[in-house]
């Protein structure tokens, strides 16, 4: 998934790091601080979550793709969640799911399988909950 | 070669005359064009102004051409700023840029902000409803925008906005995304009737592009960089994207409930409503979101992840339109 919580912070850290122009202090730079300060906050939960949402979600789809494997003749080697549970592991192995599950959404639109393209609309809403970030309630001027 | 040092030359060269710049100072927001505010004194007068400058990696890759035109094409019925010139090639600046007046006084509301208008959302969510049906309203025919906008045909406006988004997310994506794809697949098997009129579009019309005065006035429509003719539904389904609702769910964009946003539309545009068509551009335009946070995310990437505003689009708002999309699915089909 991209970009991940290390390619923010990392970024966080590289945009703060080089002192730009004169033309882009001030107003500009207060600007910078607050999107920064809104990416770390936004970090911190996916620091806290990324690694289950992503365990739940692998488990989601695997599940899905099993109840598919016979219907639609599907090969069922899922590859599984890396030994050690790292963000970009479980991301791996998210990608291999998603595009299994990308096809085989595809098969069933095609059948016109309703119950299981509502299965997957359903896991799709999931999915997405899953992934939320959370913006706390900043007050506008 | 400083900046402030490229405007003067540029000015003094386009204005015949010496021209001393001040008070250069970039403005915050944006990631499809570096925005600067300047003031340029040229024979004792000094003219308040904005640079809207090509960046070296951008949220959108758009024509500033239309943009400039759209300026050009509003600039005297609308609150939109008068442009001043244009260089495609970038001349002095080296990268493409545009100049256009500036407009004093106005603040533009964040869309990650709560209640950004106060006691003033309702006299100015009329007045944002009110000047998108104008733009709704207008015949392209003799805009300035007309003399480089292609004219798609009714029946074609739907096919056309799709197939350009999808392309940016087959260029773009890094991940596999199953949402956004099963929402594309959805809107080609029901696609929408022809548009009733082929209008200007002004592709990102929405609260957060306009600044306001605090008292309630809208000063000025900015940001017209996807600017295009086709349907002009496109542009209440973007305006009314619950991305853009500042977390406010009985109001579109935060400033008033959406049947009465619809009414002031009907009114002004001349144009009707249909509300399974509005429902067709209202996925498409979260799909079009999508598209836009897919490529900011591979703009942070390829940028050497310097820009904060890329990574929150590419980030937060891809995270907020994977929901709105699965959610739009499930009511689709009646889920939910």
């Not at chain 2, 060269?13 to 064009?33: E, H, K, M, Q, Y």
């Not at chain 2, 944002?128 to 074609?156: M, S, W």
Request: charged content about 25%; overall charge negative; proline content about 8%.
């Amino acid at each position: 998934m991209t970009p991940s919580v290390s390619d923010i912070l990392v970024g966080n850290f590289l945009c703060m790091a080089e002192p730009g122009p004169p033309e882009q202090q001030g107003e500009f730079m207060a600007g910078k601080v607050a999107v920064v300060a809104l990416l770390s906050l936004l970090a911190a939960q996916e620091a806290e979550r990324g690694a289950a949402a992503r365990v739940t979600e692998n488990a989601a789809i695997r599940e899905v793709l099993s109840e598919a494997t016979a219907d639609y003749a599907l090969s069922a080697d899922w590859p599984a969640d890396p030994a050690e549970l790292t963000i970009g592991g479980l991301d791996r192995v998210n990608a291999a799911l998603r595009l299994a599950l990308i096809g085989l959404h595809e098969a069933v639109e095609a059948r016109g399988d309703a119950a299981r393209h509502d299965r997957i609309l359903r896991l799709y809403a999931r999915m997405a909950d899953l992934r939320r970030l959370d913006l706390p309630p900043l007050p506008g001027r | 070669m400083s900046l402030t040092e490229r405007l003067e030359a540029y000015l003094s060269r386009i204005w015949s005359t010496p021209v001393t710049v001040s008070d250069l100072s970039r403005i915050p927001g944006g990631a499809s064009r570096e925005t600067y505010r300047f003031a340029a004194v040229a024979e004792g007068q000094a003219h308040p102004l904005i640079l809207r400058r090509d960046p070296p990696g951008s949220l959108i890759e758009t024509d500033r051409n239309l943009e400039y035109l759209a300026f050009e094409s509003f600039h005297d019925c609308l609150p939109v700023p008068r442009p001043v010139a244009m260089e495609p090639e970038g001349a002095e600046l080296e990268r493409p840029f545009f100049i256009m007046e500036r407009v004093e006084g106005g603040a533009a509301a964040s869309p990650f902000t709560v209640v950004p208008y106060g006691e003033h959302a309702r006299t100015i969510g009329e007045q944002f409803f009110r000047i998108l049906g104008t733009i709704a309203r207008a015949d392209p025919t003799d805009l300035p925008l007309a003399r480089v906008a292609e004219r798609p045909a009714p029946e074609d406006c739907w096919r056309i906005a799709l197939d350009h988004w999808t392309k940016v997310i087959e260029d773009d994506q890094q991940h596999p995304q199953p949402i956004v794809w099963a929402a594309i697949r959805a809107l080609r098997r029901r696609p929408p009737p022809p548009a009733q009129a082929v209008r200007v579009v002004h592709g990102d019309y929405r609260t957060g592009n306009f600044l306001h005065d605090g008292a309630g006035k809208i000063l000025a429509i900015l940001d017209w960089e996807m600017v295009h003719l086709g349907d002009p539904l496109e542009d209440l389904g973007w305006a009314m994207d619950p991305l853009w609702g500042h977390f406010e769910v009985d109001k579109v964009g935060g400033m008033l409930p959406r049947d009465e946003a619809l009414a002031l539309w009907r009114e002004v545009s001349g144009l009707e409503v249909d509300e399974p068509a509005l429902a067709w551009w209202s996925l498409f335009n979260a799909v079009k979101g999508q598209a836009i946070w897919t490529s900011a995310a591979k703009e942070y990437r390829d940028g050497g992840f310097k820009d904060p505003v890329l990574a929150i689009s590419g980030w937060y708002t891809a995270r907020r339109h994977d929901q709105i999309l699965a959610e739009a699915l499930l009511r689709m089909e009646g889920l939910s």
